[in-house]
């Protein structure tokens, strides 16, 4: 069983704005670094965002930087990924993971030991 629920995901038209919610029922978010990862059929898993526990570090893959906006509520253990300016190369499947830093290796999904299922982005006219 999943310890984190994604949601919020769809379909959306190029240049448009989607905003996922990673929520965790029964998890203490608010101790956990929590990442935006992304995958698509054949590929590997990819990381798209980190940020700390106490949302004082955020990290961004160059793909989104500067579209992607990262934040977190910790009174409500909720992590939001705010995604503008949507390409069709950003489709694929968004997950969540909380784990213990965002630091230089942020983008390597064995250090998130909590995940949810994915929630389906497609970016499409």
């Known amino acids: 069983q999943s310890q984190l629920v994604e949601s919020g995901g769809g379909l959306v038209q190029p240049g448009g704005s989607l905003k996922v919610t990673c929520a965790a029922p029964?998890?203490?978010?608010?101790?956990?670094?929590v990442g935006w990862f992304r995958q698509t059929p054949g590929k590997e898993r990819e990381g798209v965002s980190c940020i700390s526990s106490s949302g004082g570090t955020e990290k961004y893959a160059d793909s989104v930087k500067g579209r992607f906006t990262i934040s977190r509520d910790n009174a409500k253990d909720m992590v939001y990924l705010q995604m503008n300016s949507l390409k069709p190369e950003d489709t694929a499947v968004y997950y969540c993971a909380a784990g213990a830093v965002c630091d230089t290796t942020w983008r390597v999904p064995d250090g998130f030991a909590f995940w949810g299922q994915g929630t389906q982005v497609t970016v499409s006219s």
């Open positions: 029964g998890l203490a978010l608010d101790y956990y670094a």
